[in-house]
């Protein structure tokens, strides 16, 4: 690992993407923090235009930095969706600065868009690590646990209304059943009272079959 003299205000350190820039000393917003810086590479040369590396960095049609030499220390610097750096171009002088957008914290990770070319080649195909996306897909994680969540409680709520709703239809059949057992009960003449008016009948002896006959 290449070695930073103390005075610099960042460190090499472990990111969630592996190596990346870190910031050891508070760094005010619009400050030039380091300089991206390689060979030139010329794309009208064969031998110039054959290189390819994740460290290239274009100026102009023309001209490139290849930044994959060990010296270049903001090769480092991680790319982020919404980061606290960017990248400071001056195609004619061919030189690239990485330049403070906010007030960065010692120990923040210093990190620049990349562009959407590189994002599209290099990062879009294995999912972006930087702390915004990161943030975003843990949210759109959570909110999908909440729906999931909210569709079975749905559907239990459902199921047990139906449930319900079929224990009382249950009820009324058997109500309805004991009815109409009962209504068949006097079509029949089976009724108790019926019953009693019949023997009472029987029993009931002609009028003035016990009268006495005068003389
Ligand atoms: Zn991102």
Not at 64 to 81: L, Q, S
Request: aromatic letters at 6%; hydrophobic letters at 35%; proline letters at 5%.
């Amino acid at each position: 690992m290449p070695a930073i003299s103390s005075n610099k205000p960042y460190r090499i350190g472990r990111s969630r993407t592996g190596l990346g820039l870190f910031a050891t000393k508070p760094i005010k917003k619009g400050t030039r923090i380091i300089r991206y810086f390689g060979p030139l590479l010329d794309c009208n040369k064969e031998k110039d235009d054959a290189v390819e590396n994740k460290y290239l960095f274009q100026l102009t049609n023309r001209w490139t930095i290849d930044g994959a030499v060990r010296k270049n220390i903001a090769r480092y610097i991680n790319h982020a969706c919404r980061p606290n750096a960017e990248s400071d171009v001056h195609p004619i002088k061919r030189k690239v600065y990485i330049r403070a957008i906010k007030n960065i914290q010692p120990g923040e990770e210093i990190n620049y868009d990349y562009g959407s070319e590189y994002f599209k080649e290099y990062i879009k195909p294995i999912g972006c690590l930087c702390a915004s996306c990161v943030a975003k897909r843990k949210k759109a994680r959570a909110e999908l646990r909440a729906e999931r969540l909210r569709l079975k409680q749905r559907a239990e709520r459902k199921a047990r209304k139906a449930l319900e709703k079929a224990q009382a239809d249950a009820r009324l059949k058997r109500k309805q059943a004991a009815r109409k057992q009962l209504n068949g009960a006097h079509v029949n003449g089976l009724s108790p009272r019926k019953i009693h008016a019949v023997t009472s009948g029987i029993s009931m002896r002609p009028r003035g079959s016990g009268r006495t006959v005068r003389a």
